[in-house]
């Protein structure tokens, strides 16, 4: 059962992932938009889980600076509300 919630959580990084990709690239939120790095955010973190899990080293360090760079963004995003 674990396994199957790890799965879960690694499936909904990537369509997170890359739904954030195709809002921005179509137009349909800017990338400074909060909803935009909400799922770059948490995406990065799903896909983290699950690679740390696995111990797919390469894709886990990807995905962690993929979070931290979302998180920061968020962080930049808030102080100029």
């Not at 739904?19 to 990338?31: D, I, K, T």
Request: hydrophobic content about 60%; cysteine-free; charged content about 5%.
């Amino acid at each position: 059962m674990k396994h199957h919630a790890i799965g879960i959580i690694g499936w909904y990084g990537v369509v997170a992932t890359i739904l954030a990709y195709v809002l921005v690239s179509f137009g349909v939120l800017p990338p400074t938009s909060l909803w935009y790095q909400g799922l770059n955010l948490t995406g990065a973190l799903g896909v983290t889980i699950e690679t740390w899990v696995k111990r797919d080293y390469q894709p886990f360090w990807l995905n962690l600076i993929w979070a931290i760079i979302a998180a920061v963004a968020i962080i930049n995003l808030l102080i100029h509300l």
